[in-house]
C-alpha cells in the first residue's frame, strides 16, 4: 500500500532492501559502468524497492507506473528534485532545473506558452527549411560511402535549436559547428563520480567548455537586451517580462535559462531522432509502412495538423523511445519521512526514477523487449498512467516534449518522403548509456534516394 505522507509512523517501516557497496564511494563505479545491467541485477534480487548508495549519497531505486505516480505526486510535498553535484555545477544556478518550490512554478508559467503545442504552428516552415537543407547535405555526403546519423543529427537538431531559442544566430560571435562542439564537451561532465576541475579530466574539460559557452551567451544576451530587439524567440521573451513591480529577469537567469534550454532541447533529441532511424533501420517492415503513411498523406504540405495525422510514425517514435528511453533517469530527494510499497522511504535520501525499467514492467508491456509500434495504437494494451514516461511528469515534465515530437516528426516524415536506408553491416552494434544512450557507432547507414518518390 502506498501513503502519500510522512502522517504515519513511517519510522517502524524497514528500510528497503539492498546494498550499499564501498565507504563513501558506494556502487558509483559499478553503477556509471553498467547502469543496465545494475538496474536488472538488483531488480531480480530485490524486487521493485531497491536501495543502493550512488554519487555521494543513499539512493533508492523505485520502478514502475505506481512508482512513478507516487514520485511525480510527491514534489514538493515530500521530495524535491535533486542534481548530482557534478550536474549542479555544470547548469547556471538560477535555471528551471535548479530552482524550485514558487519560484520554479512562477518559471514555467513564464515560458508554458511558447511550449503549448499550438504555439508552434509557426516554427514548422523554419523547421522544414533547415531540415532540407541539411538532408540534400546528408544525400550528397551519402554517394561516398556509409552516413554516421548521430553527428549529423547533432548539427541539424543544434542549428533547430539555437534558431527556435534565439531567433537567429547572425549575431552568436561564434560558429554554430564550435558552439555545439562545446555542447558535448559539457555534456561529458554531467556523470562525472567526483567532480573535480582538473584540466585532464573529463569534468575539468566539461568545465572549461562551460566557461566558454557562458561567456558567447553572456555576450548576446546583452546584446540582445541593449538593442530591444522583439521577436518572437524564447530569449526575447524572457529579457521582455516583468514582474509585479516592473522588473525584468536578472541578465544572469535569461543566460541560465537559455543554457539549460539548448541543452535540455538539444542532445534528447539527437539521441531520441537517431534512435527512430535505428529501429526503423532495423525493422523494415516498420520503415515500409511508415513510408507508405507518407505516401498516402492527401497533402504534401507540412502543417501542425499534417503532422498530427501520422498515426504509425507516432506510434514508432513512441515505441523507440520505450525501449531506448533518452533520459535514463532523473534523481529526487526526500524532504519528509513517508512510505512506499510498505518501506519507509527517509528524509535526505535520494530516490531514482528509472524510465528504462518502467517501460519493462510485464504488467503495462507484454513481451517488453519486441519492437512493437502497434502496442501504441492497440487498445487492448491500454495502461495505467506513467507506465511510459520518456518526458517525465508531475510539475517537472518535460517543458519541451511538443516541440520534441514535432521536430522528430518532421526529420523523420522528410526522411521517409524522399530516402530509404539500412543499416551499414559490420558497424559495432553496441550502445554507449552514459551520458545519453546510443549506439557507439553513431548508427551507420546506407542511405538511398528512392527512385519513385511521392510527389
Ligand atoms: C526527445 C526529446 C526530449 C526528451 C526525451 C526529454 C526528456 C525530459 C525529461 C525526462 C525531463 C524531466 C527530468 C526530471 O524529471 O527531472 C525533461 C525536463 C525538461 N526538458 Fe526535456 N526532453 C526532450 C526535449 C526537450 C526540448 C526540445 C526542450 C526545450 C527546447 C526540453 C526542455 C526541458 C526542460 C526545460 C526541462 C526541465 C523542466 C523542469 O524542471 O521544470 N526538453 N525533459
Redesign the pocket.
Known sequence: MVTPSASGPTHELPLPPGTRGLPVLGETLEFLRSPHSFADTRLARFGKVYQSHLLGKPTIFLIGAEANRWIFAGEGRYLE?EWSPAIRKLLGKTS??LITGEA?KQR?KL?APH?KRTAMAGTVTPLVRITRAHLDRWAREAERGPLAVVPRMRALVFEI?AI??LGDTDDLGVGLDEFSRDFDTWVGGLFAAVPLALPFTRFGRAMQARGRIFGVLERLVEKRDREGRDDDSVLSTLLRVRDEEGRPLPRATVVDEIH??LF??HD??V??TSNIIYHLAMHPEAQARARAEQDAMVSSEYTLESLRAMPWLDAVAKES?RLI???GG?FRVMTEDAEFGGYRMPRGYRVA?G?RAAHREAESWPDPDLFDPERFLREADARPPFAW?????G???????H??ML??TVVVAMLLREFEWTLTPGQDPSFQIIPLPRQRSGTLIELRRRTHAAP
Open positions: 528534485n528551471l532545473s520554479h514555467r515560458l511550449f535549436a527556435y531559442l539549460l534550454l535540455a532541447g534528447t533529441t539521441t531520441s523511445m528511453p533518452p533520459i532523473a526514477v524510465p514516461i520518456p518526458f517525465g511528469g510539475p517537472r515534465v518535460c517543458l519541451g516534449q516541440f520534441a521536430e522528430m
